[in-house]
């Protein structure tokens, strides 16, 4: 097992778009999306969205098939399975819900590579008429609850700083190194509790990206941005093996045979073993 803890968010990161939109717009309630928009928080909006979606007669079935129909970039996939056989212990964190994350990596025999999704629980109610999806905010919100997050950039169902704070905790407790991906501004927060020894990779171009270039002094850990799964695959794999070749090093005395095999592939695809703290 690598020690390395690689937490992925869902949409625009592991799929091309997200998955909110893409259910609404491809079902055909973006108007009445839009027109709800203004008036309650995204989470609450999107459980209403499926209550209509239910109410117009279809089933939780076609939100699925839908769902599969998600565009994913091919080295997106590739990327994943190639770090999960790299012995990384990979998470999902989102701001999406259960069910469309589940159907997704499901459908994409993606599921199996995870150890952990953390997001928004949902639930199927009325399934005798085809399924109603409830989704509920992972921190609660409403009665005057909050989960107290200063960074700004946070929705109120979700600090996903919070979250990472405690994969953070369970990672120095093994001794891991943490690798965290997102392009939105929920991804900030998380972005600014890794520290030196962690590894940001921002969406270039995305909100995150913008939020972390207004002030890069706030990032303690190395910034290695990503613009398409080509480079996110190239990125995260160099980094992993880069991690895996200094954790060798400092084991030489005790070096088991996953690394000894590693070791040969770092070095044979010219990856450079670069110092810690120095950054591409
Ligand atoms: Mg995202
Ligand atoms: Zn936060």
């Not at 108007?31 to 969205?49: A, C, I, K, S, V």
């Not at 129909?69 to 964190?93: E, K, S, Y």
Request: net charge negative; proline share 6%; aromatic share 6%.
């Amino acid at each position: 097992m690598a020690g390395i803890i690689v937490v992925f968010d869902f949409d625009k990161t592991i799929i091309d778009v997200d998955s909110d939109n893409w259910v609404v717009d491809n079902l055909g309630f973006t108007e009445q999306f839009e027109r709800l928009l203004p008036t309650m928080p995204w989470n609450t909006l999107m459980d209403t969205m499926m209550g209509e979606i239910h109410a117009s007669g279809k089933a939780l079935g076609d939100v699925a098939a839908v769902l599969r129909g998600a565009p994913i970039d091919p080295r997106v996939p590739h990327a994943i399975r190639a770090a999960h056989a790299l012995g990384c212990d990979l998470r999902v964190l989102s701001d999406a819900n259960g069910f469309f994350i589940e159907t997704i990596l499901d459908h994409h025999g993606l599921r199996g590579c995870f150890s952990e999704i953390n997001t928004n629980p949902s639930h199927v109610e009325d399934a005798s008429s085809g399924g109603r999806l409830r989704i509920e905010p992972y921190h609660e919100f409403r009665h005057g609850a909050a989960h107290g997050c200063g960074v700004g950039t946070c929705p109120p169902n979700m600090c996903k700083g919070q979250v990472l704070d405690r994969i953070l905790r369970e990672a120095a407790a093994a001794r891991k190194r943490v690798v965290y991906l997102g392009d939105g501004r929920g991804d900030y927060c998380p972005s600014l509790r890794l520290g030196r020894e962690g590894f940001v990779m921002p969406r270039r171009g995305h909100p995150v990206w913008d939020l972390i270039c207004e002030d890069p002094a706030r990032v303690k850990a190395e910034v290695h941005p990503w613009a398409d799964g080509a480079e996110m695959e190239a990125t995260l794999l160099g980094l992993v093996r880069r991690v895996l070749v200094e954790e060798a090093a400092m084991l030489t005395p005790l070096v088991d045979c996953k690394l000894e095999s590693t070791m040969p592939v770092a070095a044979q695809d010219g990856m450079p073993i670069m110092p810690l703290g120095v950054k591409n």
